[in-house]
């Protein structure tokens, strides 16, 4: 660690280091999440005939113009169709179908009755639904008694009302939700062109670790931040696989992100980044050069299994059954798809004006250049860290714009005034209020302490407070930065 960092120049350096990855085409359950890279054209229009929007009677409209409840049209219902009926009766003076919704709109007819506008075929008042077919199959036949009039194209969804064929659905830079994606399959698009989701590999150091829901030795902690990290990779869009943890062992270590390179877009370890005698991740990589981390074969489908990290060994390196594990997210990672120009292998660490999260580790690895995260170990530092730099590059690999979490302002709600230290940017864990009716700002109230180990205050957090590198204390009232979390 030569000099200190701001933490503008560390998330430009990461920037500058990932790009994103290349297309791939995709089935639409497949590209859930994923950003489009080109535009959709509309290949049918939607929908792709005039079709009812009710249930009731297809009509002539100077049948029924004079329709009335006290001398109602009569009609003769000449046939009956249904959603994805082919054959269609044809509809002329004096006549009328029973059509369903979303029933083609038969020859002739040039608008629909609901069925609570007539006697539904059995005489008297407004009914108030039609018999079901297979109860009452004579509803096809006989007459109808109509007692309002209709307009022209009344009840009808014409064609191409939706979508026009030859129109652009989906813009390219489009997410896919489930909105996007019934579109596409509406209009007969049955895969597109995306950016893959990035496949993340996530890690954690450390001897002392054991596996929740296993027994504490002496000396143990459960390993959190594996977990942790593992959501916010796949809250982020990433299809995430978490690793069991590994000892502090750097050869070890080295092995593990050998045998992940063939499956990864990125690595994240949490823990061995500071100064001690121990920290086995600046061991490991510190000095990486050329191609030192050359991969492996890729994992069989379904590899995921138990970490085996129980018993605070950290043997294992062996990825938990996850999301994406059996290869459904579509197709394997593109080599070389982060960058251009091929940079040289290199994780650097460095030391961050910041807090918590000082000591944050970053490079290329592998033939392929994969960006490394390496986190700090304290729970509450890993997540801000994943927050700040992780998250963004993750969603410059998908392609997503912004890249980073939204900013508002907002008053301080504190009893006592709280220190910072000077020279570092500090981010306070809080609870944010939005601003009510007639406020400009909302209101921001921290929650816990600035210890970095504390996770309790952390999971009641929705927002980082930012208190700037040259303000030393902020007190109730003060308006400052706050990246909301949610």
Known sequence: MSRTWSVDEHLADVLRSVGPLEPIELHLLDAQGCVLTEDVLVPVSLPPFDNSSMDGYAVRVADVEKAGEDAPAVLEVVGDVAAGAGRLPEVGPGQAARVMTGAPLPPGAEAVVPVEW?????????????????????????????????????????????????????????????????????????????????????????????RPGAPLGPGQIHDSNSFALTAAARDAGAIAYRVGAVADDAAALRTVIEDQLARADAIVTSGGVSVGAYDVVKEALTGLEGTVLGGAEPPGDGDGGEDGDGGGAGESGVPEASEGATGTDGAPRSPGAHRTGRPPAHVEFRRLAMQPGKPQGFGLVGPDRIPLFALPGNPVSSYVSFELFVRPALRALMGLEPVTRRTVTARLECEEPIASPEGKRQFLRGRYRPPAAGEEHGTVRPVGGPGSHLLGSLARADALVVVPERTTEVARGDELEVVLLD
């Open 118 to 210: 007539t006697d539904g075929g059995a005489g008297g008042g407004p009914a108030d639904a039609m018999a079901a077919h297979s109860a009452d199959p004579s509803g096809a036949a006989g007459e109808v008694r109509v007692h309002r009039p209709v307009t022209a194209r009344q009840y009808v969804r014409g064609k191409g009302s939706d979508v026009r064929a030859g129109s652009v659905a989906l813009e390219a830079g489009t997410v896919l939700g489930p909105a996007q994606i019934g579109l596409l399959a509406a209009v007969g698009c049955g895969t597109v062109t995306v950016r893959p989701r990035p496949r993340v590999v996530v890690l954690s150091t450390g001897s002392e670790l054991v």
